[in-house]
């Protein structure tokens, strides 16, 4: 344990390399959105350790069943993706909310800005969420998204993806990422999953198929942990 | 044991339904009276504006308390109805608006105050990562040239892009610039 001086908080570990950077060229929407002045270092004071008790009192019972939130069953192959959200010290991130949403299985999201002339399900939004349980477990019930068209390049395709979005306990713990199915053979030929540069950190953003997740009959089962960032050090009790 | 995180990936363009299906911009009442309109417009390096991010912000409540149980100051107020957490897209003219309160002073590094200040959030398409800025208040000039944060930063014209601005109106603009020689200072938090 570091130890801290009085008015010293137990910040969060610093992001590693794990991440992308904002400007990777490759992506081209990042060449006029990525900030090119370098960043300021921002301490870790009571307003990045505190964040968002957000999402509680909004889950709805079928929230985080995708497959049963209309009249009828969207078409696809049925899937469950489940997972545990952890903290960098292996710690289960409990009672924390996440956001899910992706394309149905013919590769179109639900959204006015999506052109591509795939067909729209009427028993598809595409929209979960849940909150974690006190092992930090979360499951969803849902179809595996098609690939589908961008117009980043040509001939750009997006490898099947769903997009996660997670709170865990404080503001600098916020990330908004992107879990990916295996062995997809777009991997190589898309600039948003090469952006992470480090190849065993961008296997960290692809699930893994699993047999006991998988329920006879019914629905082939996805395992996708995800982890947090960790803390820097317990905060002391007079850490004010 | 020790776990290396989890990359973070762009939220792309089509997040509306999911993240956006209630109106999360209004942290208290229009009528409430101490509300703070907080304005502004999201341009690109180009000078275009950016018409497809969700901005997010996290602030104190008026008494400078975070909503939060690591904020364990009992001595100061919490109030049920202020979570302190708003969410907002940019619309189609690349502009967002919040209805908020002023937050109070909350205690920073070596338990220096830090001068009132809203965190940002802002997703978007092209944006790998979320990148974090602050918002501090045109009013507090005093406590604002004290901020441990805003003093950390020498360049006088990139740690104005901090301070919001006064309209006639009686509410606050803060433009962003995501990237240009107006950039708004993004922090590495």
Redesign the interface.
């Known amino acids: 344990m570091v130890q801290q ?4 908080i137990g910040g969060y570990r ?3 390399e ?5 400007l ?1 060229p490759d ?1 081209k ?9 370098p ?16 999402g509680h009192g ?1 889950i709805g019972e079928l929230d985080n069943d995708l497959t049963r939130q209309h009249e009828g069953e969207p078409l696809g192959e049925r899937i469950i993706v489940t997972g545990r959200v ?5 710690r289960p991130v409990r009672n924390s909310l996440i ?3 992706q ?1 149905n299985a013919a590769g179109r ?3 006015q ?2 052109r591509h002339p795939a067909p729209l399900d009427p028993n598809f ?5 849940c909150l974690t349980d006190d092992e930090g477990r979360y499951r969803f019930v849902t179809v595996k998204p098609g690939a589908y068209p961008w117009k980043n390049h040509d001939n750009a395709w997006r490898p099947a993806h769903i ?1 996660f ?1 997670l709170f865990g ?4 713990t ?5 879990m990916y199915f295996p062995s997809d053979p777009l991997f190589d030929h898309d600039p ?2 090469q ?2 540069r480090d190849p ?3 296997q ?2 692809v699930s893994s198929f699993d047999l006991e997740t998988t329920e006879p009959g019914w629905a082939l089962g996805y395992r996708f942990d ?5 803390r820097d050090a317990t ?1 002391m009790e007079n850490h ?1 | 044991m020790k776990l290396e995180p989890t990359p973070s990936q762009t939220v792309g363009p089509f997040f509306h339904n999911a993240l956006l299906d209630e109106d999360q911009s209004k942290l208290v009442a229009s009528d409430h009276p101490s509300v703070t309109r907080i304005e502004g417009t999201m341009r690109d390096g180009a000078g275009e504006i950016v018409p497809d991010a969700m901005l997010e912000i996290w602030q104190a409540n008026a008494a400078g308390r975070y909503a939060h149980p690591e904020d364990d100051r009992e001595d100061l107020p919490l109030e049920d109805d202020f979570s302190g957490f708003g969410r907002c897209p940019t619309d189609a003219e690349g502009r967002y608006e919040f209805v908020t309160i002023k937050p109070g002073v909350v205690p920073g590094p070596e338990g220096r105050p830090q001068a009132p200040h809203i965190l940002v959030s802002i997703f978007a398409r092209g944006l790998l990562k979320q990148l974090v800025t602050r918002i501090y208040f045109p009013d507090e000039e005093a406590a604002n040239a004290a901020d441990p944060l805003l003093s950390s930063i020498e360049d006088p014209a990139l740690r104005s892009t901090l301070v919001a601005s006064a309209t006639g109106d009686g509410s606050l603009r803060f433009d962003l610039h995501l990237q240009g020689e107006d950039q708004t200072a993004f922090f590495d938090v």
């Open positions: 001086q009085k008015g010293e610093r992001d590693t794990s991440h992308p950077p904002y990777y992506y929407s990042t060449r006029l959105r990525a900030p090119e002045k960043l300021v270092i921002s301490p870790h004071t009571l307003s990045e350790v505190t964040g968002p008790v957000y909004l952890l903290d960098g010290d292996g956001e899910v949403w394309a999201y639900v959204h800005g999506d939004t595409g929209a979960g969420r997009h979005s306990p404080a503001f600098a916020r990330l908004v990422t992107q948003i999953f952006s992470v065993k950190a961008r960290r953003l995800i982890v947090l960032r960790g905060p004010r």
